[in-house]
């Protein structure tokens, strides 16, 4: 039986792969290339470095040292936090602040699982900081997913064995990290990219407390 429920952030709670995407394009474009909302796609879930790694591989730039690499993160990232300090709580998604109340209602433990360095500027600004239990992120963490060190530590500061941990995601990469780690996995999104959870809603606004007794 479900005892704690873990969520990712990005593409789950709020949708901030929009603001991603006008970051990266910028970055694109002025090293003198285009980027495009599909590629975007492929960058959900993926930490800030690797999905440089991937922008520079489809601009066909190579040979930059890791300094450098640093200096284009951190450029797209000031752009990026300067759209996500502009947030404000209207932009949680539908149904998910519902969500998180009605687990705590429940006596279920809450806990964030991001890739992002920038969660506690995110959940500040949504006004959400004090729903969650445990707070894992992008700071916290050493392997991404689909390790899943990330679930694993939720679940730790939780005090919940993994086997009574749900995590809801909108990644593939997250799916994977919490079968792996031993947990039952809400996918977000569709069901033909989603294949490893155990099941699939559009958003946190379709699921309710008795739902997790059926996974
Ligand atoms: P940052 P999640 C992920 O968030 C995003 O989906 C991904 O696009 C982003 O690159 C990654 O966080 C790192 O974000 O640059 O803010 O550290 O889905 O794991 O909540
Ligand atoms: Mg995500």
Redesign the pocket.
């Known amino acids: 039986n479900i005892k704690a429920c873990i969520f990712?952030?990005?593409?789950v709670i709020v949708n901030t792969?929009v603001y991603?995407y006008k970051a990266w394009k910028r970055l694109a474009n002025e090293l003198g290339f285009d980027f495009t909302e599909h590629q975007n796609e492929q960058?959900?879930?993926?930490?800030?470095m690797a999905?440089l790694n991937l922008i520079l591989g489809w601009g066909n730039i190579t040979g930059l040292s890791e300094a450098q690499k640093n200096e284009l993160a951190d450029r797209k990232?000031n752009w990026?936090v300067e759209m996500i300090n502009q947030m404000t709580p209207a932009e949680v998604l539908p149904g998910a602040r519902e969500f998180v109340r009605a687990c705590r209602d429940a006596s279920i433990k809450t806990a964030i699982g991001?890739?992002?360095?920038?969660t506690p500027t995110i959940l500040n600004r949504l006004q959400l900081t004090p729903l969650f239990d445990a707070i894992v992120d992008?700071n916290s963490v050493n392997t991404p997913k689909p390790d899943p060190e990330v679930f694993l530590k939720g679940a730790e500061l939780l005090s919940i064995a993994p086997a009574n941990c749900v995590v809801f995601e909108?990644?593939i990469a997250?799916i994977e990290a919490a079968k792996r780690g031993g947990m039952k996995a809400v996918g977000i999104g569709l069901a033909d990219t989603l294949k490893q959870a155990d099941m699939v809603v559009s958003g946190l606004a379709q699921m309710t407390i008795d739902t997790l007794s059926h996974l």
């Open positions: 990712d952030l990005d593409g792969a991603h960058l959900k879930g993926v930490s800030r999905s990232n990026y991001s890739a992002s360095k920038n992008g909108d990644a997250g």
